[in-house]
């Protein structure tokens, strides 16, 4: 029982009153002399093992502590009690399966996608938008209707130029949840939709219609365009110049450049690597 806490009347108050203020308890009463609830004090503490920082898992020896179970008002065994705030929050009694134990705990702890959006908040605050994109995209999978998965998905696709796939986010928000964040990214994505349009970008456009087949251009524009996160727009001209010739290896480190600098799990970046590669061989 190595994951568990026995609550004994010396630590009850830190555990039951203080402890349960910042995280779940849950509280399994056993018997040595009543196998069932000893077997749901097992299932639970292994059913718990790996959620520590979410529900704490707490044991109350009925024949060793008495006082400790007439103060919860236990009738009879096995019972569980899950404690917040020093209140009694829900509970299971009777002998339980597997499946009512998951049933039970499944309401209680974090969900897949709460974990990856964690995660993902983590890395988006250090920066790392190339590791936070595939774990948010996960996020997303798993729920397509919480505000703020979508949040944090739309400000990963701005900052990896997704102009249209952030402002498609976005719409679709919700009254309710257009909060100070969605204000905050609705200003973002117009600053990020008029730097993917520069003057300098401008110029280069009307220089390359006027002389289509010049390559150092074509180079610069592709340049411009990965910098402002134009990435479809720059490996669209690199591919094309690859593809006319084969031994043009400056286009050709340009576009892994463009493709290294995309986040893992990019569709675009799958698809010209498959682009490229049918290519070769």
């Not at 292994?46 to 020896?61: I, Y």
């Not at 505000?147 to 990963?156: G, S």
């Amino acid at each position: 029982m190595t994951n568990s806490l026995a609550i004994t009347l010396e630590n009850f108050q830190q555990v039951i009153l203080e402890q349960s203020k910042n995280q779940l308890v849950l509280v399994g009463f056993w018997a040595q002399s009543i196998p069932e609830s000893v077997e749901l004090r097992d299932k639970l503490a292994t059913a718990l093992a790996n959620h520590s920082d979410t529900m704490v898992f707490a044991t109350v020896d009925c024949e060793s502590q008495g006082q400790i179970a007439q103060q919860f008002g236990i009738q009879g065994l096995p019972t569980a009690v899950l404690v917040k705030d020093g209140q009694p929050l829900d509970g299971l009694s009777g002998p339980q399966t597997d499946e009512s134990i998951d049933e039970f705990l499944t309401k209680y702890l974090p969900k897949p996608q709460d974990l990856l959006l964690a995660q993902a908040q983590a890395l988006v605050a250090e920066n790392n938008i190339a590791a936070a994109f595939p774990i948010i995209n996960q996020a997303y999978q798993l729920d397509s209707e919480r505000a703020d998965i979508k949040l944090v998905l739309a400000n990963v696709y701005i900052q990896t130029g997704k102009i249209a796939d952030a402002e498609t986010l976005l719409n679709s928000i919700k009254m309710i949840d257009q909060d100070s964040e969605y204000k905050s990214l609705m200003a973002k994505l117009e600053l990020a939709a008029q730097a993917a349009d520069s003057p300098e970008i401008q110029a280069l456009e009307q220089e390359l219609k006027a002389d289509p087949e010049n390559i150092a251009l074509q180079h610069k524009l592709a340049a411009q365009y990965s910098q402002v996160n134009r990435n479809e727009d720059a490996l669209a001209i690199l591919f094309q110049l690859v593809q006319k010739d084969g031994a043009d290896t400056t286009s050709k480190d340009l576009l892994l450049d463009v493709l290294k600098s995309l986040p893992d799990g990019d569709a675009l970046a799958s698809q010209y690597r498959r682009k490229l590669y049918t290519l070769m061989y």
